[in-house]
């Protein structure tokens, strides 16, 4: 590795789109189309190998097993040169989940907190877990009338799961929020933006954040400074691929695309990661 | 791993039975007596870190975790049985859920998130299942209230942590006939801690037939806390306000108050209205918060008023022994 070398942390929860895009990710890096580029090609992209093996046949990665962390070294170099060396993970995402269900974090995942330098949060809106309430959605309660689903098992809201989330990552971290963060920066992938239904399709990722999620959002605002916060639209293959229907027409380094902050689309799918580089070279 | 319970997130000897809601913790499954629990810690080897916080309502063993980075406002809610304490403090959380700001302040975290999911689910729609109000918070053994924490940024970015005290309506009721009665430890414990009040009025109870008894027990707990809040802001919660209560026993509890308390406001406050189309519901709830937070800022950091000089150089900035 360079002396430049940053390690990113990668996190998202299970089927939240991390395979499919460092599988595309990969693909445009080699293109040499984006802004930016690898100096060499990896040593090994064992972990993409199946992924990029699927995507080629227009159909979608399958799930990465629970209990698999492994990763690739991207020798990357910005457009003004500057090497980077990036350490790209693949994982099961359950591992994420486990960490606010079961409140412990295994030895290997305080190490690659605490080592990395800029977070990655992968975000799919259309799978969270959403409740409405007395409040939204009314209904006549009798006062009598006290709750007896009480000891079922419920899933916390998405709002809850990310708070707590990013507060472990904190916490594991030493990050504390007495004032707004700078370090680790933090960068939200809203992903699959492309099953999302949209009023207006200049929708900001930001704003469609706080529309969806505002306690996380306010969240997000009262721990980190402004310039070291920053929420894109992903959609990695450009539209849904189905297992059973292969698109043989489909071409992975042509699909896909970034919603930029300011609602404005790229192809250009390393933008993320130069905005999360430049923030924390 | 939890002490007595098996559930890494459950503290039984501090804030009761979390997971099963057994009234005595030593009857729930997964409780585990001390020589249970040495066999499990000798099996357990694994190098995983324990989170600090379980994310239920704190209790004496993790309070330390966020009193840790700065004094907390403890807000202690006060009030009878079923004057709608939990179902108050659920209305917050699901009101913050949808609008996160205070006008002063707003969300930046909270270390008892599981708590809040916990009391707020009730008012749900969870598939089929319709909301509901929480079930009686059940009083326990328990030396100290369950306490729901927030971590709230107010306009000049200073952070505060504040801390809910979610207790039974039992033990304020012990504490308003006897002080010392050994089951209201736990009320003893708000009556000292708490930087301000929320103080319950059930107004379902004083438009019912038992109108009388809540009324005497109103009293009872008014003059306890009364006598010991001295200067300590009260926001007075009348409570399910949609129930029209008698003019003339409001306008009667309204003086009592007035003679008993030194600094407080009262507040209209409905969660679930009968009128499914009333538009103010959970106004109460974020304005009565709004008011005793800041009375409680305004309290514990009085605005030191300095005249200022203006003078180019800064040698004359110095202020000597006037200031």
Not at chain 1, 185 to 193: D, E, K, Q, T, Y
Not at chain 2, 196 to 219: C, K, M, P, W
Request: glycine fraction near 8%; charged fraction near 20%.
């Amino acid at each position: 590795m360079t002396n430049s070398a940053k390690t990113l942390l990668v996190v998202g929860r299970q089927a939240t789109g991390k395979t499919h895009y460092g599988v595309q990710l990969l693909g445009r890096l080699r293109q040499h189309t984006g802004k930016l580029t690898v100096r060499a090609n990896p040593e090994s992209i064992a972990i993409f190998e199946e992924g990029l093996r699927v995507l080629a046949q227009g159909m979608p990665a399958s799930h990465t097993p629970t209990s698999v962390y492994e990763s690739v070294l991207f020798p990357l170099q910005s457009q003004n040169g500057q090497p980077i060396d990036l350490v790209w993970p693949d994982y099961g995402g359950e591992q994420v989940s486990n960490m606010v269900d079961q409140r412990r974090l295994p030895a290997i995942w305080q190490q690659r907190i605490s080592e990395s330098s800029g977070w990655l949060l992968f975000i799919r809106l259309e799978h969270n877990v959403e409740y409405q309430d007395a409040q939204s959605r009314p209904v006549v309660l009798d006062s009598d009338h006290t709750d007896t689903r009480h000891l079922k098992k419920f899933q916390w809201s998405a709002t809850a799961f990310y708070c707590e989330l990013l507060q472990i990552l904190l916490y594991t971290k030493g990050a504390g929020t007495i004032n707004r963060l700078q370090s680790p920066s933090l960068v939200i992938l809203l992903s699959c933006w492309d099953e999302i239904k949209l009023a207006n399709e200049n929708t900001m990722p930001f704003d469609l954040l706080s529309q969806r999620m505002p306690l996380f959002t306010e969240f997000l605002k009262n721990s980190w400074v402004p310039d070291n916060l920053a929420v894109f639209g992903l959609s990695s293959t450009g539209k849904a691929l189905n297992k059973n229907q292969p698109d043989y027409d489909y071409i992975p380094e042509d699909e896909g695309y970034i919603v930029l902050p300011d609602g404005s689309k790229s192809t250009d799918l390393t933008l993320p990661i130069c905005e999360l580089i430049e923030q924390i070279v | 791993m939890a002490d007595g319970c098996k559930q890494p997130n459950c503290w039984p000897l501090d804030t009761g039975c979390n997971i099963e809601g057994e009234a005595d913790y030593q009857q729930c499954k997964y409780w585990q007596t001390d020589a249970q629990q040495e066999d499990k810690s000798a099996i357990d080897q694994t190098a995983d870190h324990i989170l600090p916080w379980h994310g239920n309502a704190l209790g004496t063993t993790d309070l330390l975790f966020v009193t840790g980075r700065g004094h907390p406002f403890v807000v202690g809610v006060v009030g009878a049985q079923s004057a709608g304490k939990t179902t108050f403090l659920s209305s917050l959380y699901l009101l913050l859920n949808k609008t996160p700001r205070l006008p002063s302040r707003s969300y930046s975290g909270s270390y008892t998130l599981g708590g809040w999911e916990n009391i707020a689910h009730y008012l749900r729609w969870d598939g089929d299942g319709l909301p509901g109000f929480p079930p009686h918070t059940s009083s326990g053994q328990n030396r100290m209230p369950g306490l729901l924490h927030m971590a709230l940024r107010n306009h000049n970015s200073q952070l505060h942590d504040v801390l809910f005290t979610d207790a039974p309506g039992e033990w304020f009721s012990r504490w308003a006939i006897d002080k010392q009665d050994p089951s209201a430890e736990g009320a003893r414990w708000i009556e000292r801690f708490a930087s301000g009040f929320l103080f319950f009025v059930d107004s379902e109870a004083f438009a019912s037939v038992n109108r009388g008894i809540a009324r005497n027990d109103l009293q009872n707990l008014l003059h306890r806390l009364g006598s010991t809040v001295s200067n300590r802001p009260v926001a007075v919660i009348w409570a399910k306000s949609d129930v029209v209560i008698a003019q003339a026993i409001r306008k009667k509890l309204q003086n009592e108050f007035q003679n008993t308390l030194k600094n407080y406001k009262e507040f209209d406050v409905f969660a679930a209205p009968n009128d499914v189309n009333a538009e103010n519901r959970g106004k109460g709830v974020l304005d009565s918060v709004e008011w005793l937070l800041s009375s409680v800022a305004e309290q514990r950091y009085p605005t030191i008023k300095i005249p200022r000089l203006v003078d180019s150089d800064p040698f004359f900035a110095y202020r000597g022994r006037e200031a």
